[in-house]
């Protein structure tokens, strides 16, 4: 039976990238996020394409009602949310001091609560089926501190320990739950971070069908409960485990700083 896939981001990037293999795998999918024009024309693209359904959900989920306002309206349109992907997300480059802390709210809210709600109310529905399935997109910087992105960095960490917990709890019912770790991704995201000259991104970036086709497998056949895209991405995360702490916060500056 086709299930129904709800993508938040699903306008660029890694959100796009997995409603398209979503849809071309045979699942309906939802398509939420700002922009208005993009998501109409994908939804009609998916639907041309792949002869499923593709519904469109407008929400800012920077805004502290929309979470709960968009699990409203889908369950009012009768349609059952099978697997949430939770990928919006978005970061910001520069020293504490200088950067928008409105900026930094809404980061916390977008890659933090909003992620958190969703998973409450769909996870619950999940767990009451004894069945379902949640993807967090998390980040290779979600396994240490970053200077420079120093709040985006603390949401990774919040996505991956809150993933690895809920899979745990909810192993025995049915629901599994995984976190993605991409490292640098070819998307509009380090534009929107301001992030384009940091060394980070111009030391080679992943391609955006390499991580969607990395994780999609490693989740939907292998039911991974973490997921590092890229041989070179896990080789990193393992090595910063028998370091010291401070060494590598040192290190993850170097790498950030602008060239
Ligand atoms: N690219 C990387 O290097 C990288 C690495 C590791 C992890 N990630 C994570 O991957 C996820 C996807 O990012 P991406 O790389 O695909 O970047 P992207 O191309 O900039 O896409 C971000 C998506 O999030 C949506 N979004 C942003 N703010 C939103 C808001 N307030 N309300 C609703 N939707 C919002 C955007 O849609 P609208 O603008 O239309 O609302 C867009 O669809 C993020 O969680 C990011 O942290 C990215």
Known sequence: MNKTVLITGASSGIGLKFSHKFAGSGHDVILVARSEEKLLALSQEIMNKYGVKAYVFLSD???PQASKKLYDEIKAQGIRVDILINNAGFGLFGEFEETELSKELDMIQVNITALTELSKYIGKEMVSRKNGRILNVASTAAFQPGPLMAVYYATKAYVLSFSEALANEWAS????????????????????????SSKLFQSGVMSVEEVVEEGYKQMMTKDKVVIVPGMKNRMLTQAIRFMPRKMVTNIVRKVQERV
């Open 173 to 196: 019912h049915g629901v599994k739950v995984t976190a993605l770790c991409p490292g640098a991704t070819e998307t509009g995201f380090s534009d929107a971070a301001e992030l384009q």
């Open 61 to 63: 989920l920077s805004k």
